[in-house]
Antibody, heavy 123, light 107 residues
Framework: EVQLVESGGGLVQPGRSLRLSCVAS????????MHWVRQAPGKGLEWVSG????????DYADSVKGRFTISRDNAKNSLYLQVNSLRAEDTALYYC????????????????WGQGALVTVSS | DIQMTQSPSSLSASVGDRVTITCRAS??????LNWYQQKPGKVPRVLIF???SLQSGVPSRFSGSGSGTDFTLTISSLQPEDFATYYC?????????FGQGTKVQIK
C-alpha cells in the first residue's frame, strides 16, 4: 500500500521559511515522479511543483517560482519542499503526491496523495 | 500556461440523476485530461485519466469524454457517496493546472 507522510508544516511569519518533507513507502520511490499540490482553506487545488524520478526535470507554478525549491533523496525515499519568503497567500494544506502513468507510459495523473501538511503564514 | 475552466461551479442533484460536468482548456491538450473527486475533509482521488480511461476501482457509473479543448465528466446515476467536489486537470504540459472545481450538492 502506498503511504505518503508529510511533515514540517506550521505557523510562520510572513517572509520566513519552512522545509516540508514527505516520506514515501509501499512503492519503489525512485521509479516515480513526485509533486507538491496545495489547497488553501475552502479553495481549490493548485499544483505547486514537480520533480522527475532522478531530479533531472523540475517544474514550478509561476506563483512560487524563485521562492520554493523541490528536491528528493531517493536513498531516503523522501521528497522535500523548501519554501522561502512566505506570503499570506501561501497558507494552505500541502499535499505530497505520487505520479501515476497509464500502461503505455503516455498519460500522467496524480495517483496517490498524502494527508497533507498545513502551512499557515501569519504575523 | 494552459487555463482550465469548469462549469458549472456548483450544481444540485438528486440520487439517481444523471450529472454532467464540463471542462474547457484554453488550448488543445489532446486527451491529456484527468478528473479527480474530493469529498469534504478527504484527499482527492483520481477517477479518470487520458480523458476517458477509468482508474482501477472507480465505479463504472463515472465516465469521461472529449479531446482537444472540451471535456465532460458524466455520472450516470448519482449515488449518495458521489456528493463531492470534482476537478479536472490537464497533464499536457507544465505548469500542470486544475479547473476551479465543481461542487455537487444534494437537492
Amino acid at each position: 500500500e502506498v503511504q505518503l507522510v508529510e511533515s514540517g508544516g506550521g505557523l510562520v511569519q510572513p517572509g520566513r521559511s519552512l522545509r516540508l518533507s514527505c516520506v514515501a513507502s509501499g512503492f519503489t520511490f525512485d521509479d516515480y515522479a513526485m509533486h507538491w499540490v496545495r489547497q488553501a482553506p475552502g479553495k481549490g487545488l493548485e499544483w505547486v511543483s514537480g520533480i522527475s524520478w532522478n531530479g533531472g526535470t523540475i517544474d514550478y507554478a509561476d506563483s512560487v517560482k524563485g521562492r520554493f525549491t523541490i528536491s528528493r533523496d531517493n536513498a531516503k525515499n523522501s521528497l522535500y519542499l523548501q519554501v522561502n519568503s512566505l506570503r499570506a497567500e501561501d497558507t494552505a494544506l500541502y499535499y505530497c503526491v505520487k505520479e501515476g502513468l497509464d500502461s503505455n507510459g503516455f498519460y500522467k495523473f496524480f495517483h496517490s496523495w498524502g494527508q497533507g501538511a498545513l502551512v499557515t503564514v501569519s504575523s | 500556461d494552459i487555463q482550465m475552466t469548469q462549469s458549472p461551479s456548483s450544481l444540485s442533484a438528486s440520487v439517481g440523476d444523471r450529472v454532467t460536468i464540463t471542462c474547457r482548456a484554453s488550448r488543445s491538450i489532446s486527451s491529456y485530461l484527468n478528473w479527480y473527486q474530493q469529498k469534504p475533509g478527504k484527499v482527492p482521488r483520481v477517477l479518470i485519466f487520458a480523458a476517458s480511461s477509468l482508474q482501477s476501482g472507480v465505479p463504472s457509473r463515472f465516465s469521461g469524454s472529449g479531446s482537444g479543448t472540451d471535456f465532460t465528466l458524466t455520472i450516470s446515476s448519482l449515488q449518495p457517496e458521489d456528493f463531492a467536489t470534482y476537478y479536472c486537470r490537464q497533464s499536457y504540459s507544465p505548469p500542470w493546472t486544475f479547473g476551479q472545481g465543481t461542487k455537487v450538492q444534494i437537492k
